[in-house]
């Protein structure tokens, strides 16, 4: 059997939309936009709050870009300030989630990130006990499906920080 050489060539789409500007072809930036506008904002979302907060930070450290913490407390008109910022990485509470108005404000304007924990990974991080086995069931209940929703990549949490850090990093560039 004779062995055929194959080479490929980098195919060129353009969108015909009035405020679309750039053209991604194979090989091009890393950095590529997924939907809505190219910011270069990243949001995360995760059940564990130090888990998130520190990927985040460490995202923003290696990216150099603006790293940005989003309370509870900010509630939406912050989640509006930072979706319209620039190259930002964003730890963003489970709540902001829930609205259908920011999954979709968050998806035009970066990448939204999902750390995603699961059962037991969580259980673990507890006593163990019946009543912390039932929080968690709530918690996974009314925030994941939001997550699923929001998210553009799912990063699973049953790793170590290093693998998920870099997951994420990955994540990031596709």
Not at 149 to 173: F, M, N, P
């Amino acid at each position: 059997m004779q062995k055929k050489q194959v080479d490929f060539v980098d195919i060129e789409y353009r969108v015909a939309e009035q405020d679309k500007t750039s053209a991604y072809v194979h090989g091009m930036a890393k950095d590529m936009l997924i939907g809505g506008r190219d910011s270069g904002n990243v949001f995360i979302f995760c059940l564990n709050d130090e888990l998130r907060k520190s990927i985040a930070a460490r995202v923003a450290e290696k990216l150099g870009r603006e790293f940005v913490v989003v309370s509870r407390s900010d509630g939406n008109p912050m989640i509006e300030k930072v979706s319209a910022g620039e190259n930002q990485i964003v730890s963003l509470p489970r709540g902001a989630a829930k609205s259908e108005k920011n999954r979709r404000m968050l998806k035009e304007n970066g990448k939204v990130i999902c750390i995603m924990s699961d059962f037991m990974t969580l259980l673990s991080a507890t006593d163990g006990s019946e009543d912390a086995r039932e929080q968690i069931s709530i918690m996974l209940n009314r925030f994941e499906p939001s997550f699923m929703e929001a998210a553009h990549h799912i990063v699973r949490s049953d790793q170590s920080e290093e693998e998920i850090l870099l997951d994420t990093l990955e994540k990031i560039s596709i």
